[in-house]
């Protein structure tokens, strides 16, 4: 398996605070994933790398940042969490641009 | 319109049987086809990339259909372990987005 860990693999919060998710590699890919899994939507992009302090938006980038200071480690942070960003969270990496996805194993976020 | 559909199911097949999933894309320009597999409650696991000519592992079968969109996935002789729900994945035609199905479940029975 790819040298991939999330964390905390679960978190419970409240509305308004803040959360960072930590996804950090083993692997040196040059490419890193958030992704969000909600029923009936499937996985859907949140944010990506492609390199240090090289990042770009996803399809459901409202409500989060990120940042990547080393190439093993990228940040989401929820700078003030909802209960919409209730979701199970995947960080995924990538040797290639298209190349295949290895995944994390997964945050669990609740926001009550 | 969604980037990628599948059927969701669910398909409940009995063992030893051949089952097929598709899945319509609707960029025609994307270059990356894969199929996952993903377990209750787990990550999403690599089970083939799916090539133009068409591939084969085991008793898995992919297949691309560049004209009319849609990449399909063939399971023989189906084992109580193949039960899981598998995803479609499409790459964006730029390559640093992937797109994904939102899965079909597949419950093999004794």
């Known amino acids: 398996d790819a040298g991939i860990t999330q964390s905390p693999r679960h978190k419970v919060t409240e509305t308004g605070t803040p959360v960072t998710l930590r996804c950090h590699q083993t692997e040196n890919h040059r490419y890193m994933y958030w992704y969000r899994q909600d029923p009936g939507h499937g996985l859907r992009l949140i944010h990506y790398?492609?390199?240090?302090?090289?990042?770009d938006k996803g399809e459901v980038s409202d409500g989060y940042s990120v940042s990547r200071s080393k190439t093993e480690d990228f940040l989401l942070t929820l700078e003030s969490a909802t209960s919409s960003q209730t979701s199970v969270y995947f960080c995924?990496?990538?040797?290639?641009?298209?190349?295949?996805?290895?995944f994390g194993e997964g945050s669990r976020l609740t926001v009550l | 319109r969604k980037e990628v559909e599948q059927d969701p199911g669910p398909f409940n097949v009995p063992e030893g049987a051949t089952v097929a999933f598709n899945c319509t894309y609707s960029n025609s320009a994307s270059q990356s086809f894969f199929w996952y597999r993903q377990d209750c409650r787990k990550e999403p696991k690599l089970l083939m990339s799916v090539y133009s000519s068409g591939n084969e592992d085991g008793r898995f079968t992919a297949q691309l259909n560049r004209a009319s969109q849609y990449i399909s996935l063939l399971i023989r002789d189906s084992k109580l372990s193949d039960s899981a729900t598998y995803l479609c994945?499409?790459?964006?035609?730029?390559?640093?987005?992937?797109?994904f199905g939102t899965g079909t479940s597949l419950t093999v029975i004794p």
């Open positions: 994945v499409v790459n964006s035609n730029t390559g640093n987005q992937f797109y």
């Open positions: 995924a990496i990538s040797e290639s641009n298209g190349g295949e996805l290895f």
């Open positions: 790398s492609y390199g240090v302090k090289d990042t």
